[in-house]
Each structure stands twice: as structure tokens, then as C-alpha cells.
């Protein structure tokens, strides 16, 4: 969206007062996915379900979610952030509260599919949302306190959640998170509204504009990257805690921790790289986002390299490192990219894609994973596709054009195109 310089006090004073609301909609709507997690000890013994019903209940989520990023971001390019981000969570917060009156596990499934749409549209809304509200010399940091806030609700949903369901019922704590849900939506209602600059595009320049995306080769390299990282990313914490109580005999309370200690690390990382990056480096984000994966790869090889019965101080820092870069340090600069890659008539559309390649590769990397791990009995070969992963990220970072293409920024100025 352009940004006109005549309205850039009351577009300052409109951005940071609609921000809490992104913030706020970032944080809600995954409690719901979050939640089944922390939950699912008491939702099993609720229900009566086996290992393998309880996962068709965290397939249909992950599904949900892949499912809905590129449609919500099409749909977002065409008719804007605010209804489509209101309807997500009425929809997941209702199906939530409706567990209430049937606890039972069909219900169940259709309202954690339901949240997993929502959590997959919600990623690629506030994405566009605050592409579309702060100029690009603050996105990046702006992103990365979107991440801090995902983030946020999955540490306020293991804590506070069980506590809930062991007075209520486990159902009464789903149901909390629907009314939440429902609340936030109204604080979209009441407070969000889009940003239309100008003209808008006509749908033939609409059409045009997706075209050239489709084919747009360099955004099509950097949507792969999103697929590498994020297999990388969701396989080290799937099975860090296995490997180290597993194969180097580290009791499985430290384990956890240094699990924490990682996502830690990467939710303390997220608003600096941003910030590196829009301030620092003036908008440069290709070099910066490949930095990262070269340090995760360092981390990564580091810590296969660690023998049995390492110092845990040293442990601890590896996993630290690790969780700074490989976890937490790549998503603002990585949504960011996409969406100055994608253009200003696609940025919903750019969201999407980037968004749902990071789902297929956090979707698809835990299963091979766990498949190498069985077929080979060690972890070797494993970590070396992690360490594939991050290879070929860095490899398709290399040069390419700036984040931002000048006919973008000459849109921004409120300046015709050429």
C-alpha cells in the first residue's frame, strides 16, 4: 500500500494504535493450537483415546492451517485484513466454546481443523497488516514482535491451561480460549481498519500482478529457503530432548530445559534481527537472513560434534546458539522478504506462500526425521538432513535483487509506477 507523505503524522498515530490489535489477534489465536499440546494428557484420559486418535486431532490442525494460508492470503489482496481476520476467530472461537455442550471427539476434530485454518489465515493477516500499516524502515522489527507475541501464547498456554483443566475440565479450558478468541475478534471490529492509499488496483491488475508472481523466480528461491528453515527449525525441537536423554544420557528434566532454553533464546532473538535489519542495515534483508542460517549451521554441527557427557554450560550454549539463529532469528526477516518480494498488489497473496512452504517443511521434516532415526538406529544421519536443510537455505540465499524492487519503492512515494 502507498504511504502518502500529507497523512504521515495521522498514519503514525493509526499504526501504533493499531498494532496491540495485531499483537493482541497474534496472541489469541494459537492458544487454541498450543493448547491441545499442553492439554493433551487430560483430553486423552477425558475421551478414552489412543496415541494414534489423539493424532489425527494434531494432523487435522496442521492440515487446517496449510490448507488456509493461500487462500486467506488471496482473498486478502482482494478484500482486505479486517473481516477475514474478525471471521477466523468467531468461526475457532465458537467451535471451542461448543465443547462445552459436546465434549466428545467428533466435535473435538472439527474445532481443532477449525483453529488450525484460523492459526494458518491469522499468520498471513497480521503479516499483510503490518506490511500494509508501517513503512518498510520498521517492518522487520515490527514482525519480529509478532513472532515474540506466537510465541508468548505458547508459553501462557502450558502454564496456565492445565492449571484451568484440572479445575474445570479440559473442555472448560478450550472453551476459555474460544471465548478469547471471540473477544479479540471484537477488538478488530472495533478498532482495526484497512489501509487504502490511493487507487486501488482493478481486478485485471490484480490478476496481472498474481502472474507475475507465479512466475517470479527469485520469490519462488526465497519461499523454498522457508520450506529448508523451517524443516530445520521443527525437526532440532522435535527430538532434541529424545537425543539428549537418548544418546548422550542426559536425565530427561535437563532435557526439557535446555528445550526451553532454546525457545527462549529464540523469542529474545526475533525483535533484534528486525531491528538489525531496518536499522542497521537500512532495509537489507537477504544478507542478514543468510548470516543466520550460516551461524545455525555452525551451532548445529557444534552440537552433533558434542560427545556423550559434555559440560553442560557448554551444552547449554550450543543450544542456545542454535535456538537464537535456527529457531527464532530467520521469521521476521523471512516474512518480511517475502512480502517486499511479492510486491504491493500481492503482499497477501506473497504472505501466503511464504507461510504455507514453512508449514509444508515443519510438516514434512519430523516424520523423515524420525524415519532415519529407526531405519539406521543412530541420529547421525538425521542431523545431517537438518544440516542438508540449512545448506540448501544458504545456498539459495545467495545474490539476487534488494528486498524492495524500485517500482515498489516508487509506489510507497505515492509516485505513478512506470
Known amino acids: 500500500m502507498a504511504y502518502s507523505n500529507g497523512h504521515a503524522t495521522a498514519d503514525g498515530r493509526d499504526r501504533w494504535a493499531i498494532f496491540p490489535i495485531v499483537f493482541i489477534a497474534q496472541f489469541v489465536v494459537p492458544l487454541g493450537l498450543f493448547g491441545l499440546g499442553a492439554l493433551a494428557p487430560l483430553v486423552r484420559v477425558g475421551l478414552q483415546l489412543s496415541r494414534e486418535q489423539f493424532g489425527y486431532v494434531s494432523s487435522l490442525c496442521a492440515f487446517g492451517a496449510v490448507c488456509a494460508c493461500l487462500p486467506t492470503g488471496w482473498l486478502a489482496d482482494r478484500i482486505g485484513v479486517r473481516w477475514l481476520l474478525i471471521a477466523g476467530q468467531v468461526v475457532s472461537g465458537l467451535a471451542l466454546g461448543a465443547l462445552l455442550l459436546w465434549p466428545t471427539y467428533g466435535a473435538l476434530l472439527l474445532a481443532m481443523l477449525l483453529v488450525g485454518v484460523a492459526h494458518g489465515a491469522t499468520m498471513v493477516l497480521t503479516t499483510k497488516a503490518l506490511v500494509d500499516w508501517f513503512p518498510r524502515e520498521r517492518r522487520a522489527t515490527v514482525m519480529g514482535a509478532k513472532f515474540v507475541a506466537m510465541s508468548g501464547a505458547g508459553s501462557v498456554a502450558g502454564m496456565a491451561l492445565p492449571a484451568v483443566a484440572l479445575g474445570c475440565g479440559w473442555h472448560q479450558a478450550l472453551a476459555l480460549v474460544g471465548g478469547l ?49 523451517g524443516g530445520a527449525l521443527f525437526g532440532f525441537t522435535a527430538y532434541l530432548t529424545l537425543y539428549l536423554h537418548e544418546r548422550l544420557g542426559y536425565p530427561p528434566i535437563l532435557a526439557g530445559s535446555l528445550l526451553a532454553l532454546a525457545h527462549g533464546a529464540a523469542t529474545a532473538s526475533r525483535v533484534p534481527s528486525g531491528w538489525v535489519s531496518d536499522r542497521w542495515l537500512r532495509g537489507e534483508r537477504r544478507a542478514l537472513l543468510r548470516g543466520v542460517a550460516v551461524v545455525a549451521l555452525g551451532a548445529l554441527l557444534t552440537f552433533i560434534l558434542l560427545p556423550p557427557g559434555a559440560p553442560v554450560p557448554v551444552l547449554a550454549l550450543v543450544v542456545l546458539l542454535y535456538g537464537a539463529s535456527g529457531l527464532g532469528g530467520w521469521g521476521a526477516l523471512y516474512q518480511t522478504l517475502a512480502t517486499e518480494l511479492a510486491g504491493p498488489d500481492t503482499q497477501g497473496l506473497g504472505a501466503g506462500l511464504a507461510t504455507t512452504f514453512v508449514q509444508l517443511g515443519s510438516t514434512v521434516t519430523p516424520p523423515v526425521f524420525g524415519a532415519l532415526v529407526d531405519a539406521t538406529g543412530s541420529y547421525t544421519a538425521a542431523w545431517g538432513l537438518l544440516m542438508l536443510w540449512l545448506l540448501g537455505g544458504i545456498g539459495l540465499l545467495g545474490p539476487g535483487r534488494r528486498a524492495l524492487a524500485p517500482r515498489v519503492e516508487a509506489r510507497s512515494a505515492g509516485q505513478a509506477q512506470p
Do not use: K
Open 181 to 229: 478468541l471471540v473477544a479479540s475478534a471484537v477488538g478488530v471490529l472495533l478498532g482495526y481498519r484497512d489501509r487504502r492509499q490511493g487507487q486501488p488496483p482493478t481486478a485485471s491488475e490484480l490478476a496481472v500482478a498474481g502472474r507475475r508472481l507465479w512466475r517470479d523466480l527469485p520469490f519462488w528461491r526465497l519461499v523454498t529457503v522457508g520450506f529448508f528453515l
